[in-house]
């Protein structure tokens, strides 16, 4: 199987979802610019249409997203740190996360929200946190935050093709870590969890990077402590379980 960075597997799950929908747009910050390793090359492809640079106002274009998307269009959202999404809380907490139920259900948002988060690049404390814990507590939003290039792909095709709203995390140092990813679309199902490593003594969960920290870990204990570790989100098909199976 070929090899492809977390950053580019990324950018074919867009490109395979907006060649796929029409209705499939992309929103955000410097979303056209040539720097942006996870969409550049879209605007080329499908025009400044559906590849939109927004203003510096992460209330507004989420609430642009949700508008659009009531009315049949499927908004992904790139905020540029999960830190600036604090400005529009109002907007994922009260509104993207809980349309389907202010409507009875007659509603949805199939809004994805894209967001870099976590440190490692000198940036200051406000644009390197790592906020999932504090998204996967409000109801009505799924949380997803994949630790290498297969799960980046086949989680946010998911997440693409999904009828309500989901955050979509990347860790920043995790964009030139590259594996195996198939050319075609695939699905990754949400909320089944991956065991990455068998162990008897004790059980690591981790997401986004911290996965990778965790293995690294596991092996320094090896032969002391039988560590076993799962992450969020199946690695490959045949690894797939619900913690509730545990």
């Known amino acids: 199987m070929r090899v492809i960075t977390y950053a580019e597997a990324i950018r074919e799950a867009l490109r395979l979802e907006m060649r796929r929908n029409p209705s499939t747009l992309l929103l955000g910050e410097n979303v056209s610019s040539q720097r942006n390793p996870a969409t550049r090359g879209l605007a080329e492809e499908f025009g400044r249409e559906r590849v939109r640079d927004t203003p510096i106002s992460e209330a507004g274009f989420l609430g642009a997203a949700l508008g659009a998307a009531i009315l049949g269009l499927r908004p992904i959202v790139e905020v540029m740190n999960i ?8 907007q994922l907490l009260n509104q993207l996360a809980k349309t389907r139920y202010l409507s009875g259900g007659r509603l949805s948002a199939p809004v994805t929200v894209r967001a ?25 939003l799924r949380v997803v935050a994949p630790s290498n290039p297969y799960d980046a792909k086949g989680l946010l095709t998911a ?10 995390l990347e860790h920043r140092l995790l964009y030139d870590v590259e594996g195996p990813v198939p050319p075609e679309a695939y699905t990754i199902p949400l909320g089944v969890a991956n065991v990455l ?12 990077l911290m ?5 690294e870990a596991a092996d320094e204990l090896r032969g002391e402590v039988s560590v076993e570790s799962w992450t969020s989100g199946p690695s490959s098909p045949s690894t797939r379980r619900r913690s509730s199976d545990r």
């Open 116 to 140: 870099i988060y976590g440190g490692g690049r000198s940036l200051g404390a406000t644009p390197s946190e790592a906020l999932y814990s504090l998204f996967a507590h409000m109801p009505g």
């Open 83 to 90: 830190d600036f999404a604090l400005v529009a809380m109002d």
């Open 197 to 208: 490593r068998e162990g008897d003594d004790v059980t690591v969960v981790a997401v986004g």
């Open 211 to 215: 996965v990778r920290r965790a293995l």
């Open 159 to 168: 997440c693409v093709r999904g009828e309500d709203p989901a955050l979509f």
